[in-house]
């Protein structure tokens, strides 16, 4: 079979060439064409339900519209989880799906499901619905603000002038505008006008939206022609609404302007927005699912820059978030790294082979073979994003191990005087079956990741998928590339020198010996020396050495426990979250205090170029009450403290001076990735008990408890208490016989407070609403509502308090539930301290040191619960990925020995990774627990290449202790080479320089550390354990 390969490589070397360059030219235009993004797109298996239902109270809420709907959802398939948060007026219900489920059909399903009960919830509630993906967070956003302009004004500039202007750019999918206020008219009415001309307020509102108004008639048949007929009656200016006839009293009309005035106004809004402390207007871009984030936030850049020119000079535009930073940035750093890497490999060859015409004809398979997977990472609609770019720059070190061994062969027969195709041809012949074997073994090693589930499989599915790609890519070109270019580029060397004769070798081996030592310099020559010296010793003492390894694996069980752990690496994103929370009940102004001194920390933080807060609204998709909100803080690209040492000091000063407020610093994509997940803290202590008061006490004593942890910090009690209530308690009976409803109390009191929006008048191409209202004394002051004179539609006048008595309710607690159970939460967040740790001691003390009530369940979650789910993933396919090598080892070398003995020797090279992971202060995360599956499918690799040549010699009658020791000093070099290539190739990655790096580094510091070690346990514990193995007759 090798031998048809090789004739088939040497009768078509021409159009071999031509394909291969085919390919590298449509890399190479591909590569600035794939979209460009922080990670690859995927579409989170959870659906987000937002319910808006006015300002129900939240036992009315839950009643009629969150269970309702929790009930109805369940019934569709594929659904793991509902949890819901009810609060005044507000349901937020998240349906987590599996990983396997057909999130578009589930989307459906649940749209229908809440279509059939829509008739059975009140009319006024609301409905949002969206499934999850990156896509559906900001990509970039920007502030307007002006020293003179009123939000009004803003908000129609950015509604009407800057938004559609975006919306025309390619990839862009949505501008999300948060703040402002749009214009409206305010009709404030005097009540002791309308209560003299014994009107209702209604008839106020009645006649606006009577006499604004455009109506069909029905259709007019004339001349056999059919014409519509439309009735218009349309407000176009504040006089025609004061002109406005609200009712006839005496013969006389009764005008808007006889009882009211009309003002410009603007729609009410309960919350504030603001960027680096002045009163603004957010606009946030959301990009399409497939966009590219560096072109379309370079179109928005563009487009801003564009605008400015016509903007007057007091308003001003400033970027306060630009994810495209980050990811250019990242692929910058991540993409350096690969081509310093490249170097670095290639500086190792051109040590080793000592040519630069031998280094060359090896090290094109790195550029070839990466262009060829990106000609499949467009097939397959992937993007360049950390993962992809992670998976092309670990291949570097094994795309060239393949290419290093074949070349380093290559050379052995040209110095045994082949001519260089006779050469190349031996050099197929022989190394085929072992380059096929160690090359399929790695890609088994990432076959399991297409069953894992959950958000490890969408960071790292996309990585294996670049590499396994690379990695196919690279065995065409060595077996079909390499070999044609070595019989272009090399030349025979001729037979070596004399040298003196080893004992015990035949002619053949003989000859294989010196054409070795031709290639060698001194220092490998005398590494080799000392090589042969050492095996010879281990091969002797197999005992000891096997003891060793017992040693090696006892001493990485030990690092294993004192190993941190996580669940992301820490990544410096050049920005931050700071979400707060006040104390309930707290009034907005009261609120807007507290973060005016809070801004000032930030103004007077030099590492902070700008920011923008939202009080009453925050950036996730989250209910949010007017004590809640956060900021969006950039950082200067030039500051001298890292990102974490800025959030300590602010953290610092905060809960010093403003003890009241309760504040969280989460890293923009870990809170990102926990919004995906609704799991946004690493520590969620979450509380299950039937009664409501129990499982606040509960949630009240952990959060008491839970700052004695070392380590933890911006510890929130997430049993939310909704301020206080007025209520105004309808007599049925009283209210009845004055001619009253308790809807037209309802009414009438909507239309006090925040008015009632009576119609709206069209102007250009804006709708301005028209508002009826009564003046804002009667909006500050429960005793004026209580004497407020009220006209029925009957006619009879008398004060609110004689048909209502007024009530003031305490707070009501939101109410979150997991699968249909009451429960609450205790979050936190950690500085200075690993995961792992610190939740081995909160799971530890929480029992012995908190009396719990009977009944009462605790669960921990957050990225916690994410991290030990993929923990358990990523060690399944780490066992599926050894299961699946040892099977093909057995095929390939039809023996049992030989796939023990690599294996074995493979597994022991994890103490490399998580010794080189505790010197170098890094955890053992998913990035990290990635980098040891990535060992296991690097490294075994070497003990293919020294059992397979055991096995080459073995076939020439060579004892079993001298074919081992031959095959040893045989693959020592290439051994050396291309675990050194490995190393340099990705030492750049673990030196971590860039936010791309970072979240790469820990694999990065796993392979290497696995790889260092792999060259001492493949040149020695893999041929003593192969030969111990024998000895026992396996």
């Given at each position: 079979?090798?031998?048809?390969?090789?004739?088939?490589?040497?009768?078509?070397?021409?159009?071999?060439?031509?394909?291969?360059?085919?390919?590298?030219?449509?890399?190479?235009?591909?590569?600035?064409?794939?979209?460009?993004?922080?990670?690859?797109?995927?579409?989170?298996?959870?659906?987000?339900?937002?319910?808006?239902?006015?300002?129900?109270?939240?036992?009315?809420?839950?009643?009629?519209?969150?269970?309702?709907?929790?009930?109805?959802?369940?019934?569709?398939?594929?659904?793991?989880?509902?949890?819901?948060?009810?609060?005044?007026?507000?349901?937020?219900?998240?349906?987590?799906?599996?990983?396997?489920?057909?999130?578009?059909?589930?989307?459906?399903?649940?749209?229908?499901?809440?279509?059939?009960?829509?008739?059975?919830?009140?009319?006024?509630?609301?409905?949002?619905?969206?499934?999850?993906?990156?896509?559906?967070?900001?990509?970039?956003?920007?502030?307007?603000?002006?020293?003179?302009?009123?939000?009004?004004?803003?908000?129609?500039?950015?509604?009407?002038?800057?938004?559609?202007?975006?919306?025309?750019?390619?990839?862009?999918?949505?501008?999300?505008?948060?703040?402002?206020?749009?214009?409206?008219?305010?009709?404030?009415?005097?009540?002791?006008?309308?209560?003299?001309?014994?009107?209702?307020?209604?008839?106020?509102?009645?006649?606006?939206?009577?006499?604004?108004?455009?109506?069909?008639?029905?259709?007019?048949?004339?001349?056999?022609?059919?014409?519509?007929?439309?009735?218009?009656?349309?407000?176009?200016?504040?006089?025609?609404?004061?002109?406005?006839?609200?009712?006839?009293?005496?013969?006389?009309?009764?005008?808007?302007?006889?009882?009211?005035?009309?003002?410009?106004?603007?729609?009410?809004?309960?919350?504030?927005?603001?960027?680096?402390?002045?009163?603004?207007?957010?606009?946030?871009?959301?990009?399409?699912?497939?966009?590219?984030?560096?072109?379309?936030?370079?179109?928005?850049?563009?487009?801003?820059?564009?605008?400015?020119?016509?903007?007057?000079?007091?308003?001003?535009?400033?970027?306060?978030?630009?994810?495209?930073?980050?990811?250019?940035?990242?692929?910058?750093?991540?993409?350096?790294?690969?081509?310093?890497?490249?170097?670095?490999?290639?500086?190792?060859?051109?040590?080793?082979?000592?040519?630069?015409?031998?280094?060359?004809?090896?090290?094109?398979?790195?550029?070839?073979?990466?262009?060829?997977?990106?000609?499949?990472?467009?097939?397959?609609?992937?993007?360049?994003?950390?993962?992809?770019?992670?998976?092309?720059?670990?291949?570097?070190?094994?795309?060239?191990?393949?290419?290093?061994?074949?070349?380093?062969?290559?050379?052995?027969?040209?110095?045994?005087?082949?001519?260089?195709?006779?050469?190349?041809?031996?050099?197929?012949?022989?190394?085929?079956?072992?380059?096929?074997?160690?090359?399929?073994?790695?890609?088994?090693v990432f076959v399991p990741l297409v069953f894992l589930g959950g958000i490890t499989a969408v960071f790292f599915r996309a990585l294996a998928l670049a590499l396994v790609t690379a990695l196919l890519a690279s065995l065409f070109l060595v077996i079909f590339f390499t070999p044609v270019l070595a019989r272009l580029f090399l030349?025979?060397?001729?037979?070596?020198?004399?040298?003196?004769?080893?004992?015990?070798?035949?002619?053949?081996?003989?000859?294989?010996?010196?054409?070795?030592?031709?290639?060698?310099?001194?220092?490998?020559?005398?590494?080799?020396?000392?090589?042969?010296?050492?095996?010879?010793?281990?091969?002797?003492?197999?005992?000891?050495?096997?003891?060793?390894?017992?040693?090696?694996?006892?001493?990485?069980?030990?690092?294993?426990?004192?190993?941190?752990?996580?669940?992301?690496?820490?990544?410096?994103?050049?920005?931050?979250?700071?979400?707060?929370?006040?104390?309930?009940?707290?009034?907005?102004?009261?609120?807007?205090?507290?973060?005016?001194?809070?801004?000032?920390?930030?103004?007077?933080?030099?590492?902070?170029?700008?920011?923008?807060?939202?009080?009453?609204?925050?950036?996730?998709?989250?209910?949010?009450?007017?004590?809640?909100?956060?900021?969006?803080?950039?950082?200067?690209?030039?500051?001298?403290?890292?990102?974490?040492?800025?959030?300590?000091?602010?953290?610092?000063?905060?809960?010093?001076?403003?003890?009241?407020?309760?504040?969280?610093?989460?890293?923009?994509?870990?809170?990102?990735?926990?919004?995906?997940?609704?799991?946004?803290?690493?520590?969620?202590?979450?509380?299950?008990?039937?009664?409501?008061?129990?499982?606040?006490?509960?949630?009240?004593?952990?959060?008491?408890?839970?700052?004695?942890?070392?380590?933890?910090?911006?510890?929130?009690?997430?049993?939310?208490?909704?301020?206080?209530?007025?209520?105004?308690?309808?007599?049925?009976?009283?209210?009845?016989?004055?001619?009253?409803?308790?809807?037209?109390?309802?009414?009438?009191?909507?239309?006090?407070?925040?008015?009632?929006?009576?119609?709206?008048?069209?102007?250009?191409?804006?709708?301005?609403?028209?508002?009826?209202?009564?003046?804002?004394?009667?909006?500050?002051?429960?005793?004026?509502?209580?004497?407020?004179?009220?006209?029925?539609?009957?006619?009879?006048?008398?004060?609110?308090?004689?048909?209502?008595?007024?009530?003031?309710?305490?707070?009501?607690?939101?109410?979150?539930?997991?699968?249909?159970?009451?429960?609450?939460?205790?979050?936190?967040?950690?500085?200075?301290?690993?995961?792992?740790?610190?939740?081995?001691?909160?799971?530890?003390?929480?029992?012995?040191?908190?009396?719990?009530?009977?009944?009462?369940?605790?669960?921990?979650?957050?990225?916690?619960?994410?991290?030990?789910?993929?923990?358990?993933?990523?060690?399944?396919?780490?066992?599926?990925?050894?299961?699946?090598?040892?099977?093909?080892?057995?095929?390939?070398?039809?023996?049992?020995?030989?796939?023990?003995?690599?294996?074995?020797?493979?597994?022991?090279?994890?103490?490399?990774?998580?010794?080189?992971?505790?010197?170098?202060?890094?955890?053992?995360?998913?990035?990290?627990?990635?980098?040891?599956?990535?060992?296991?499918?690097?490294?075994?690799?070497?003990?293919?290449?020294?059992?397979?040549?055991?096995?080459?010699?073995?076939?020439?009658?060579?004892?079993?202790?001298?074919?081992?020791?031959?095959?040893?000093?045989?693959?020592?070099?290439?051994?050396?080479?291309?675990?050194?290539?490995?190393?340099?190739?990705?030492?750049?990655?673990?030196?971590?320089?860039?936010?791309?790096?970072?979240?790469?580094?820990?694999?990065?510091?796993?392979?290497?550390?696995?790889?260092?070690?792999?060259?001492?346990?493949?040149?020695?514990?893999?041929?003593?354990?192969?030969?111990?193995?024998?000895?026992?007759?396996?």
């Amino acid at each position: 079979m090798t031998a048809h390969v090789a004739d088939f490589v040497a009768a078509h070397s021409r159009a071999l060439l031509l394909i291969v360059l085919s390919f590298a030219l449509a890399g190479g235009f591909f590569i600035f064409r794939l979209p460009i993004a922080i990670f690859p797109e995927t579409n989170f298996p959870r659906i987000v339900i937002l319910v808006d239902n006015g300002i129900a109270p939240v036992d009315v809420q839950m009643l009629t519209v969150t269970r309702p709907l929790e009930e109805a959802i369940r019934l569709v398939p594929g659904i793991t989880n509902v949890r819901s948060v009810t609060s005044r007026g507000s349901t937020e219900i998240s349906v987590f799906l599996r990983w396997d489920v057909d999130i578009l059909n589930a989307l459906h399903l649940v749209q229908g499901r809440i279509s059939q009960i829509t008739p059975s919830l009140p009319p006024s509630a609301r409905f949002y619905i969206n499934r999850l993906t990156f896509s559906v967070f900001p990509m970039i956003g920007f502030s307007i603000t002006s020293p003179t302009r009123t939000m009004a004004e803003l908000w129609d500039l950015a509604y009407y002038n800057l938004a559609p202007r975006l919306y025309r750019l390619p990839g862009v999918a949505e501008t999300r505008i948060v703040g402002g206020r749009p214009q409206e008219y305010h009709v404030i009415v005097n009540p002791e006008k309308l209560t003299s001309y014994g009107l209702p307020l209604t008839k106020v509102v009645d006649a606006i939206r009577n006499n604004n108004m455009i109506a069909a008639a029905g259709m007019v048949q004339e001349n056999y022609r059919l014409y519509l007929t439309t009735v218009t009656g349309l407000l176009r200016q504040r006089e025609q609404i004061e002109d406005t006839v609200v009712s006839v009293v005496k013969g006389t009309p009764v005008l808007i302007k006889n009882m009211a005035q009309v003002i410009p106004g603007e729609r009410p809004v309960y919350n504030i927005v603001t960027a680096n402390s002045r009163p603004a207007v957010l606009v946030n871009v959301l990009q399409q699912p497939d966009g590219n984030a560096v072109e379309i936030a370079g179109a928005v850049n563009q487009e801003l820059r564009e605008i400015r020119r016509t903007l007057p000079p007091d308003i001003e535009l400033a970027i306060f978030y630009d994810q495209s930073i980050l990811v250019r940035d990242s692929i910058s750093s991540v993409t350096e790294s690969l081509l310093i890497g490249l170097l670095l490999s290639v500086a190792v060859l051109v040590g080793f082979l000592k040519s630069w015409r031998t280094t060359v004809v090896a090290a094109l398979v790195i550029p070839i073979a990466t262009l060829i997977a990106i000609v499949f990472m467009k097939l397959f609609h992937m993007s360049f994003n950390l993962m992809t770019l992670g998976g092309l720059a670990a291949s570097i070190g094994v795309v060239i191990d393949d290419a290093i061994v074949m070349v380093e062969n290559i050379i052995v027969q040209l110095s045994l005087g082949q001519s260089p195709p006779d050469a190349a041809k031996s050099a197929i012949q022989e190394l085929t079956p072992a380059l096929i074997g160690s090359t399929l073994t790695p890609i088994v090693v990432f076959v399991p990741l297409v069953f894992l589930g959950g958000i490890t499989a969408v960071f790292f599915r996309a990585l294996a998928l670049a590499l396994v790609t690379a990695l196919l890519a690279s065995l065409f070109l060595v077996i079909f590339f390499t070999p044609v270019l070595a019989r272009l580029f090399l030349k025979q060397t001729g037979r070596v020198g004399d040298r003196p004769l080893l004992d015990g070798l035949d002619t053949e081996a003989l000859d294989l010996r010196k054409a070795e030592q031709a290639g060698e310099g001194w220092i490998l020559r005398n590494l080799t020396e000392r090589y042969e010296a050492v095996l010879h010793w281990a091969l002797s003492h197999a005992r000891l050495v096997l003891a060793a390894a017992l040693l090696i694996l006892g001493s990485s069980i030990l690092i294993y426990w004192r190993l941190g752990s996580g669940f992301l690496p820490e990544l410096d994103e050049g920005a931050f979250v700071l979400d707060y929370i006040m104390p309930s009940g707290t009034s907005l102004q009261e609120t807007d205090r507290v973060l005016r001194h809070i801004e000032q920390y930030l103004r007077e933080t030099p590492e902070i170029e700008n920011y923008s807060r939202r009080t009453g609204a925050r950036l996730a998709l989250a209910i949010a009450e007017p004590n809640t909100g956060d900021f969006l803080v950039k950082l200067k690209r030039d500051r001298k403290r890292p990102l974490a040492e800025v959030t300590d000091e602010l953290r610092r000063k905060i809960v010093q001076s403003e003890p009241a407020i309760e504040v969280e610093f989460p890293h923009i994509l870990e809170d990102l990735i926990g919004d995906l997940a609704w799991s946004p803290q690493p520590i969620e202590i979450k509380i299950y008990h039937e009664d409501e008061a129990t499982f606040k006490n509960v949630a009240r004593a952990i959060e008491n408890w839970l700052p004695k942890i070392k380590g933890v910090v911006d510890v929130v009690n997430q049993t939310i208490v909704i301020g206080p209530a007025v209520n105004f308690r309808v007599d049925l009976q009283k209210a009845e016989r004055a001619g009253f409803a308790v809807r037209d109390v309802a009414e009438l009191q909507t239309a006090i407070l925040d008015g009632e929006l009576a119609s709206q008048m069209i102007r250009g191409d804006r709708l301005i609403g028209i508002r009826v209202r009564y003046p804002a004394e009667y909006r500050s002051s429960i005793e004026k509502l209580k004497s407020l004179q009220l006209t029925s539609p009957t006619g009879v006048t008398l004060p609110l308090s004689s048909i209502a008595a007024v009530e003031v309710e305490e707070g009501q607690t939101e109410i979150h539930r997991d699968n249909l159970r009451n429960m609450s939460a205790v979050t936190a967040h950690l500085s200075g301290r690993d995961l792992g740790s610190a939740m081995n001691e909160i799971r530890n003390r929480l029992f012995k040191e908190i009396s719990l009530p009977a009944q009462t369940e605790i669960e921990f979650g957050g990225l916690y619960q994410i991290q030990r789910e993929s923990f358990l993933g990523l060690t399944q396919v780490l066992l599926m990925s050894i299961l699946l090598i040892f099977v093909i080892l057995v095929f390939e070398f039809r023996s049992f020995s030989h796939p023990i003995a690599i294996l074995l020797a493979t597994l022991l090279c994890g103490f490399g990774a998580l010794l080189a992971l505790y010197l170098t202060g890094s955890t053992l995360n998913i990035s990290s627990f990635m980098g040891a599956i990535m060992v296991v499918g690097i490294v075994h690799k070497n003990g293919i290449l020294m059992l397979d040549a055991e096995k080459y010699f073995s076939a020439r009658h060579y004892a079993l202790r001298e074919a081992i020791f031959q095959a040893g000093r045989r693959r020592l070099r290439p051994i050396l080479m291309t675990a050194l290539a490995t190393i340099f190739g990705m030492l750049p990655l673990a030196l971590g320089v860039g936010s791309g790096a970072q979240m790469l580094q820990p694999l990065a510091i796993a392979v290497i550390g696995g790889v260092s070690i792999s060259m001492i346990l493949s040149l020695l514990i893999t041929p003593v354990l192969f030969y111990w193995l024998r000895q026992w007759g396996l």
